[in-house]
């Protein structure tokens, strides 16, 4: 059985209950009405009787004439109203005389007692099946004392007839009142289970839709469960935010991962060819470099050609330090970790841009905040790193000169070094992959500059990134954990070794 449906058995039984027992309580009132009214007028009847009887009706007997004149007072008695019998009895109750409307004799013994109304309609209602009917009695006075009694009994139709008429009528009013709570129980049904249904309706919904939210009905009860409804929707919506952006990073941390462990292949292919490389070109650098240098000695001062050996022995020295860089970017160098300042190394650095700056014309300054954190650092390998961020400042300047600021500052859980150029900047995409190997904007570049600073920085359990754009400098930040929280850079310089 449906909700729907017990709460329509149940609110349409409580108005018919309801409804029903005020309709039995009008008809017991108009029942008592009517058998008082039947009693009243017996009573009147047997009154006109028994002043007749008072003729014949003496105490311990009857007058001469009076067993025939008795019958007849009372075959007028019931012959002139509705009752089923009529009797006469002495002051002892003895029957004197007894006439029935149908003309069967009398039971023996007593006449009915008369009648009293009932207290409980359940006592009305077993009367109007009761077959004695309803009995009113007036005594019968001679010489001033109580001779008898005069007893008559109403026909059983006469007592229910206006009950019957009454019946009819209740059973209208009752059918009415069943028909009216059906149609009120239907509409309060529907008051109750039209926001259930919503709400029914809305929380299937959930699974599919966001911001799911219900009108407040005006109900109190409802109105609290389409609130805690409507709190329940805009949590799911939070939750499901969270979830999506939670996702959102997973998938940026495993495209992260992705990236690295594809940069991690390449490195360690690059690796294992280095040495093999840098062995056999090695070698032949060596030799041409040899042969340079003697060509050189034995050419004179004024030969056209030793401007092209000069050009030899330069580009020569170039490509061995090509080789060197890649290969102290390709191998797995051993870190060497110790707890230390970061300016010493930082002013190193810098100072060692000194005359290419000077040449460039790029003015250096250095900032360094007191009280900074001491590193678990590899002094050489941060060295190097901030070299090649000191370098590629000064070359993005060279054309027009500037300035190269370079800071240390302190940050949560350790500090940051910033170089900071007010050269032409970086372009959006090309910062996207400025730390890659290989990738460079310069005409005579190697792109391993960068890949080599950010080799540092994670060597270190620290980060390094970029920012800036076209024509407003760039800015270069290596993020490095403090010694008292490099746990991770101890593991990471392990794992390095």
């Known amino acids: 059985m449906t909700l729907r449906l017990k709460l329509f058995v149940l609110i349409a039984g409580v108005i018919i209950f309801a409804m029903s027992g005020v309709t039995a309580v009008a008809l017991w009132r108009e029942l008592v009405r009517g058998q008082e009214l039947l009693l009243r007028e017996g009573v009147a009847l047997a009154s006109t009787t028994a002043t007749g009887a ?14 025939e004149a008795l019958p007849a007072l009372l075959e007028r008695l019931v012959s002139s109203a ?58 019968i006075v001679r010489a001033g004392a109580v001779v008898g009694a005069v007893r008559v009994d109403f026909t059983h139709e006469e007592v229910v007839g206006a009950a019957r008429d009454l019946a009819w009528g209740a ?11 059906h149609l009120l129980a239907a509409i309060f049904i529907r008051q109750v289970t039209q926001p259930l249904v919503s709400l029914a309706s ?33 949590r799911l919506d939070e939750r499901r935010a969270e979830n999506q952006r939670l996702i959102a990073e997973l998938e940026e941390r495993v495209a992260q991962k992705t990236r690295e462990v594809l940069r991690a292949d390449r490195l360690a292919t690059l690796g294992g060819i280095a040495a093999g490389f840098a062995h056999e070109l090695g070698n032949s650098l060596n030799v041409i470099r040899g042969y340079a240098a ?5 050419l004179p001062d004024d030969s056209p050609h030793r401007s092209d050996v000069e050009a030899i ?8 330090g090509l080789i060197e860089r890649f290969l102290v970017f390709a191998r797995a160098r051993t870190v060497h970790p110790l707890v230390q300042p970061v ?43 901030f070299l090649n961020l000191g370098v590629n400042a000064v070359q993005a300047m060279q054309d027009r000169g500037g300035k190269l600021t370079v800071r240390a500052l302190r940050e949560p859980g350790g500090l940051v070094v910033e170089f900071q150029d007010t050269g032409p900047g970086i372009d959006p995409d090309a910062a996207a992959h400025v730390f890659e190997p290989f990738f460079t904007t310069k005409a005579t570049g190697t792109g391993l500059g960068l890949a080599i600073v950010r080799q540092a920085a994670e060597a270190h359990g620290g980060t390094v990134e970029v920012a800036g754009a076209p024509g407003a400098g760039a800015t270069f930040r290596v993020h490095l954990p403090a010694a008292e929280a490099g746990a991770a850079a101890d593991a990471a310089a392990g794992g390095a070794g």
């Open 171 to 181: 059973a209208a009013v009752a059918a009415f009142w069943i028909a009216l709570g």
């Open 202 to 234: 809305a929380a299937e919904s959930l699974a599919e839709e966001r911001g799911v939210r219900l009108e407040e009905p005006e109900d109190r009860e409802l109105v609290d469960l389409v609130r805690a409804f409507n709190h329940m929707s805009a």
């Open 313 to 320: 022995r330069r580009e020569v020295t170039r490509a061995a």
């Open 82 to 139: 509705p009752l089923d019998r009529a009797w006469i009895v002495d002051s002892a109750g003895k029957v004197l005389a007894c006439v029935s409307r149908t003309g069967e004799p009398c039971p023996d013994g007593v006449p009915p007692t008369e009648f009293q109304a009932a207290d409980w309609p359940l006592q009305t209602l077993s009367r109007l099946v009761r077959p004695e009917g309803i009995v009113a009695s007036a005594p």
């Open 294 to 298: 003697v060509t050189s000695r034995e």
């Open 343 to 385: 300016e010493p190394i930082l002013r190193e650095a810098v100072e060692v841009l000194g005359p290419a700056a000077a040449h460039a014309k790029v003015e250096r300054a250095v900032e360094v905040e007191p009280g900074l954190p001491e590193l678990l650092a590899d002094a050489e390998l941060l060295r190097q790193a």
């Open 54 to 67: 008072s003729h014949w009706v003496r105490e311990g007997g009857v007058d001469p004439g009076g067993p």
